[in-house]
């Protein structure tokens, strides 16, 4: 999923939508690192496949949503550089029309 600007959104919602990502990443961390420090505390001398393959989702979940936020990023930047050419146009037309003035 991408997230792109059109014609009649605004860029309050782009921030939000930033922010939620965000703080999805920030608990994801959080979670891992809870999870993986209490799997270390409590499991010391149990270390079988499950709490393996437990260590693996984490990590795979956690490079999906910096995955999911770098291709965010990708689509921020696309869209302020389009917004801002689109800004220098119009501020270009409008010296035009002041200097008719």
Do not use: P
């Amino acid at each position: 999923m991408t997230y792109t600007a059109t014609a009649g959104t605004s860029f309050g919602n782009l921030g939000e939508r930033l922010f939620s990502l965000v703080i999805e990443v920030i608990a994801a961390i959080a979670g891992a690192s809870l999870s993986i420090a209490a799997m270390g505390i409590g499991g010391m001398n149990r270390r079988n496949n499950e709490d393996r393959m437990a260590v693996i989702k984490l990590t795979a979940a956690v490079e999906h949503v910096a995955s999911r936020l770098e291709t965010l990023h990708i689509d921020v930047k696309a869209t302020s550089h389009e917004t801002f050419a689109r800004l220098n146009e119009v501020e270009q037309r409008l010296a035009k029309l002041e200097a008719i003035r």
